[in-house]
């Protein structure tokens, strides 16, 4: 293989070259370079926080499952927001677009989404992350009790945790976003008809309608199953996973 990667990082400062199967290295301004090394070890300090989040959402759920003898977590994804998306938001709400602009005023850089069985757990699950005393609340919003008027639902949380790296803490921002398996299934089709671009405006008006009546009927459909497990515990039987 003959590419060459070759970044070098000119201790006396000015221009580093990289080169790319070219005989002839092209000119990478220092502060470019800078600006990419912020930006790793930005990700790397938010991929850090979620495996710390991840570990703090794994242990209730191993908790609760020998004490209710159920599971109340299905599945926990992470995502790490991409440089696009990023530069897109940033944009969308006239910020500068730098790494120090991104750490300061984006909330959703590092994200968990936790997925639940049942809505009792998604309350039981954001309860108990939320009395961890090193877990700082920044914001809240439940999107189960007030629905976004497209049908959204899922119970969004701002969390800052602490993470120790070899010479500082570091406070940093993760994303929780808790729902139904249900929920999720209906953000998931949603959110395809978010990037259907090529979808003219009277069927994505059409295909909204019918998600939105699709999220009622969800909704009601996770109250009702949340009451027959209820009914079924109250008989003295566990709904067992
Ligand atoms: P991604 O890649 O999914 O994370 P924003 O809309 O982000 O500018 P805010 O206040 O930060 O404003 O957002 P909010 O309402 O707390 O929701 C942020 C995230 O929730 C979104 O992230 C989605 O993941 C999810 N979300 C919110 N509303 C909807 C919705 O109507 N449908 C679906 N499917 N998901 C939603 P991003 O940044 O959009 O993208």
């Known amino acids: 293989m003959n590419v060459r990667d070759n970044v070098n990082e000119n201790p006396n400062g000015g221009i580093s070259h990289y080169a790319v199967n070219s005989p002839q290295p092209f ?6 370079l800078n600006t990419a090394k912020q ?15 991840k ?16 599971n109340p977590i299905e599945i926990i994804k ?19 677009v730098s790494v120090e602009s991104m750490r300061q005023n984006l909330d959703d850089i590092a994200g968990i989404r936790v997925i639940c069985s049942f809505v009792d757990d998604i309350y039981e699950i954001s309860r108990m ?4 005393d090193d877990v700082t609340i920044i914001a809240v919003k ?18 800052e945790v602490p993470v120790y790296f070899s010479n500082c803490k570091q406070q940093i921002r993760v994303e929780v976003q808790i729902r ?4 999720d299934f209906w953000a998931s089709l949603d959110h395809q008809l978010k990037y259907k671009k090529q979808l003219d405006a009277e069927d994505a008006a059409e ?3 019918e998600l939105k009546k699709c999220a009622e009927i969800i909704a009601g459909t996770d109250w009702k199953m949340l009451d027959i497990r209820r009914r079924i515990e109250e008989k003295g039987g566990v709904v067992q996973r």
């Open 27 to 32: 000119e990478v301004p220092e502060q470019l």
């Open 39 to 53: 930006f790793r070890e930005s990700m790397m300090q938010y991929s850090c926080a979620i495996r710390e989040v």
């Open 55 to 70: 570990t703090k959402l794994e242990v209730l759920n191993d908790e609760l499952s020998i004490r209710n003898s159920r």
């Open 78 to 96: 992470v995502r790490l927001k991409k440089p696009a998306s990023i530069v897109e938001k940033l944009q969308r709400r006239g910020l500068p």
């Open 129 to 132: 992350l939320a009395r961890q």
């Open 142 to 159: 439940d999107y189960i009790r007030s629905p976004k008027e497209n049908g959204y639902r899922s119970y969004h949380m701002i969390l």
């Open 180 to 183: 139904t398996i249900a929920m």
């Open 207 to 209: 295909i909204g309608e």
